[in-house]
């Protein structure tokens, strides 16, 4: 069964609509939704290679904008938007903690948050509610994305062959560790940050 999913990942990963489905996922999961673009941009970099650098570019630009939309629910739809979502990750009390850190440490704290599992719409609605200088927090969003995305297509690009045939070998324990990095990032929200 699993086999079979994998099988179809990567061809739907080959296809023509893959661009559009990665920047799709990517923006939205910048604002609102749970689960991560690497979910999409790891079996298509693996299954079209020389394209890395072009589908990091897209998940980087998507989830920059998407950041923006997380920026905008929580700088003017916090109660009725930026709660309810905050309320879904279990974060909703993190804001005065996460507004003492970027108040603390600045843009690095947007990068830092950025390039980890934590999910990034946690942290663009924080910066809004928080009202980040929009320059800055649009600076660091773009660091703190490309470096994350640009990092895996780099491993994936160099690295591909090999990690496509460990996948392909140990594809159950594979999708073991993304799923306990999934949620770990959720657990990681609710108490870390």
């Not at 440490?105 to 924080?126: E, Q």
């Amino acid at each position: 069964m699993l086999r079979g999913l994998y099988d179809w990942t990567m061809r739907k990963a080959a296809s023509d609509k893959a661009p559009a489905a990665l920047a799709g996922v990517s923006f939205v999961e910048s604002s609102f939704f749970p689960i991560p673009p690497d979910i999409m941009l790891i079996p298509m970099i693996l299954s079209r290679r020389e394209k890395a650098w072009w589908y990091a570019t897209i998940a980087t630009v998507a989830s920059v904008l998407g950041g923006l939309l997380g920026y905008a629910i929580g700088y003017f739809l916090y109660d009725s938007v930026g709660l309810p979502i905050l309320k879904f990750y279990g974060r909703e009390h993190a804001l005065d903690s996460f507004m003492a850190f970027v108040r603390d440490y600045g843009v690095p704290a947007v990068i830092i948050k950025g390039m980890t599992p934590i999910p990034y719409k946690v942290v663009t609605i924080a910066a809004g509610v928080g009202h980040m200088d929009l320059l800055s927090f649009i600076g660091a969003s773009i660091l703190a994305r490309a470096m994350r995305f640009f990092l895996v297509a780099g491993l994936l690009y160099f690295a591909g062959e090999p990690i496509r045939a460990f996948i392909e070998t140990r594809l159950t324990l594979v999708l073991t560790v993304f799923f306990v990095l999934l949620v770990g990032g959720f657990v990681a929200v609710r108490y870390i940050f």
